[in-house]
């Protein structure tokens, strides 16, 4: 992957470690990364809680072609865009933080509870998580 | 009237010991244990509960292997619901018996499946051998044999789940309120 010609680009990013860090864009630069560098295919996307609010999604991306992995890292608040439109994969991964962690994926229609109950309150995997719900005293 | 009702006790109680059909239900790892006991080394047939049912409504015997989560509960409040008298239930593990490595700091885990259905047997360790589930499954065949058809009413009564008093068959509104969430 040519990397001069990536950043002249997308002026807003930089190589730390092996992950490549964008600040905005996500959704521009997961599809341009696809469409020119064949990058086809979503391996999953990991959600860390920062603790001051922010949360960080890493999208690993695997090329068929070349064998490789790609890193993409963003820091995001409560929402950002869904992938779901150029990685259809993406549908499932998002859900899954959704429930876990509370990020609004905008442009993804399936976000509600996969793993927690309906009707849970609170998103559990959050650093600032409190289990303080009335209904659940029964399993004290 | 005390040599009848103790023959049909004897009768009874030796055909219910000696045929308990265990319902399918193994939530985690413990359950490979129990597919353990069933293979041919260790041989759950010589108790004569080698028939393990996938409807509850032929089985007498709820061996839950395996942790309870919140969003399991309820199926499990159903399934020991649906199973007819008389039934019997082994708390196999840690985790069913109080929770275990997950009773302190999980969000998602049941303390206990006491506090949703009632338990005859409890069999702890992480998870039990073959060997502790055939001695549960010998305990609770000395336990029935105990029983007598004149204590019939009280047995029934404690083999009533204690978030199920009023209710017959569960609805989603009933998992609602007494279970806390779906």
């Known amino acids: ?140 | 009237m005390n040599i009848i009702v103790t023959s049909i006790d004897y009768i009874l109680n030796w055909s219910r010991a000696n045929s308990l059909w265990p319902l399918t239900f193994a939530t985690s790892c413990c359950g490979i244990e129990m597919m353990q006991t069933v293979a041919s080394n260790n041989d759950i047939a010589r108790f004569g509960s080698e028939v393990f049912r996938g409807s509850p409504r032929q089985a007498d015997l709820l061996i839950c292997a395996g942790t309870i989560t919140h969003k399991m509960a309820p199926a499990l409040l159903r399934l020991y619901e649906q199973m007819p008298e008389p039934k019997y239930v082994i708390a196999m593990g840690a985790c069913t018996c109080g929770g275990g490595m997950f009773a302190q700091t999980s969000y998602s885990v049941i303390k206990g499946i006491d506090k949703i259905i009632p338990v005859d047997i409890y069999l702890p360790m992480c998870p039990p051998k073959p060997e502790s589930l055939l001695d549960a499954i010998r305990k609770l065949q000395s336990n029935i044999k105990k029983e007598s058809i004149l204590e019939r009413k009280s047995f029934t009564n404690k083999h009533s789940s204690p978030l199920s008093e009023s209710c017959g068959l569960l609805t989603d509104e009933f998992n609602v309120t007494k279970l806390g969430v779906l």
């Open chain 1, 1 to 140: 992957m040519n990397w001069a010609e990536f950043q002249n680009i997308f002026s807003d990013c930089r190589l730390y470690g092996d992950k490549i860090v964008i600040n905005s864009n996500l959704l521009k630069t997961v599809d341009f990364i696809k469409t020119n560098y064949h990058f086809d295919m979503l391996k999953e996307i990991i959600a860390t809680d920062n603790g001051d609010g922010s949360f960080e999604l890493i999208y690993r991306l695997f090329s068929p072609d070349d064998e490789e992995d790609l890193l993409l890292s963003i820091n995001v608040k409560d929402e950002t865009e869904s992938v779901s439109s150029v990685f259809e994969s993406a549908v499932a991964d998002e859900k899954e933080i959704y429930d876990l962690f509370g990020i609004k994926f905008i442009g993804n229609t399936e976000l509600k509870r996969l793993y927690m109950p309906e009707g849970w309150v609170g998103h559990p995997l959050r650093k600032d998580y409190q289990e303080n719900d009335e209904r659940l005293k029964w399993n004290e």
